[in-house]
T-cell receptor, first 113, second 112 residues
Framework: GDSVTQMEGPVTLSEEAFLTINCTYTATGYPSLFWYVQYPGEGLQLLLKATKADDKGSNKGFEATYRKETTSFHLEKGSVQVSDSAVYFC????????????FGTGTSLTVIP | GAGVSQSPSNKVTEKGKDVELRCDPISGHTALYWYRQSLGQGLEFLIYFQGNSAPDKSGLPSDRFSAERTGGSVSTLTIQRTQQEDSAVYLC??????????FGPGTRLTVL
């Protein structure tokens, strides 16, 4: 069945470091891909999304490119800030599965000054 | 506009009691999802409603858990005979088909 596998954390980076959080997926058909973020004490919110191959989602300096050939949707940011400390979830949704969502286990990021 | 709302925000109950958690989705959203998030853990899918179709209940952990969605809008998640391991944050989300989910703030359930 459809699934998402994301890099296990926790990840600790210094401010201004480069961030990559890996996400790979297994899906039949052509899913939409998402990154959600959960800041401490808050609910999940959408960070970015891509709905077809080669699309690049971007928001708040974060980017992720939908790579069908490698079934990946890695999250990147060139220079992280302390305020980026949060848990990041990769997710997919596919019409083949009735629009069901599949989430990764989440990756905790801590950025230190 | 109004987002997804959940009530109560916090619920403390005694082991063995029943609890009801409510979710008000965004108006017009046809899909509604319930998840559970234990401390420091990822999202555990519980149940999914899509329009008038039969719900996907494949994630419900036991027959003590049930959910309904009345009139295609409000949903109630019921946990009967609560156990301490049911303690978690219960999240509700809604979406239009083929679009991202919008999450509510969650209900923090504590079973003593």
């Amino acid at each position: 069945g459809d699934s998402v596998t994301q890099m296990e954390g926790p990840v600790t980076l210094s401010e201004e470091a480069f961030l990559t959080i890996n996400c790979t997926y297994t899906a039949t058909g052509y899913p939409s891909l998402f990154w959600y973020v959960q800041y401490p004490g808050e609910g999940l919110q959408l960070l970015l999304k891509a709905t077809k191959a080669d699309d690049k989602g971007s928001n708040k300096g974060f980017e992720a490119t939908y790579r069908k050939e490698t079934t990946s949707f890695h999250l990147e940011k060139g220079s992280v800030q302390v305020s980026d400390s949060a848990v990041y979830f990769c997710a997919l949704s596919s019409s083949n599965t009735g629009n069901q969502f599949y989430f990764g286990t989440g990756t905790s990021l801590t950025v230190i000054p | 506009g109004a987002g997804v709302s959940q009530s109560p925000s916090n619920k403390v109950t005694e082991k063995g009691k029943d609890v009801e958690l409510r979710c008000d989705p965004i108006s017009g959203h046809t899909a509604l999802y319930w998840y559970r998030q234990s401390l420091g853990q990822g999202l555990e899918f519980l149940i999914y409603f899509q329009g008038n179709s039969a719900p996907d209940k494949s994630g419900l952990p036991s027959d003590r858990f049930s959910a309904e969605r009345t009139g295609g809008s409000v949903s109630t998640l019921t946990i009967q005979r609560t156990q301490q391991e049911d303690s978690a944050v219960y999240l509700c989300a809604s979406s239009l088909i083929h679009n991202e989910q919008f999450f509510g703030p969650g209900t923090r359930l504590t079973v003593l």
